[in-house]
């Protein structure tokens, strides 16, 4: 039985939690409402006001990351560039946030 289900865990994974891979547009939210909707695949920089200051985005050739922003620890910068359905970034002080969308996320939900 054990072994059974030890067989069967790696099949469920690969079906049902990896999403369709590459999205296709990113939506972009400050201070919790849709700001813009943006094609991955156009290059772009963009500047995003957002409470303490101006955060920047750079977009294109599929992906999208953070290369500025007026908060303190610069997390969402370091989470580096987002490419897959589901993947998010966020700078929680300035109130900006940044999400890859696609048919099929590849997560349901995020917990941390």
């Known amino acids: 039985m054990l072994t059974a ?3 069967l865990v790696p099949g469920l ?3 049902y939690w990896h999403g369709s891979g590459q999205g296709l547009e990113a939506r972009v939210w400050v201070d919790g ?11 772009q920089h963009l500047e995003v006001p957002g409470v303490l200051g101006v955060s920047h985005l750079d977009i294109g050739n599929g992906q999208v990351r953070f290369t500025d922003s007026p908060c303190l620890n610069r997390q969402c910068i370091h ?5 897959e359905g589901g993947d998010v970034a966020a700078c929680l ?3 900006v946030s940044v999400q890859i969308m696609a048919d099929d996320p590849r997560f349901d939900s995020i917990n941390f």
């Open 5 to 7: 289900a030890l067989l």
């Open 79 to 83: 989470t580096g560039w987002l490419n």
């Open 93 to 95: 002080p300035n109130r």
């Open 13 to 15: 994974y690969a079906a």
């Open 33 to 43: 409402k849709p700001w813009a909707r943006l094609d991955l695949f156009r290059d």
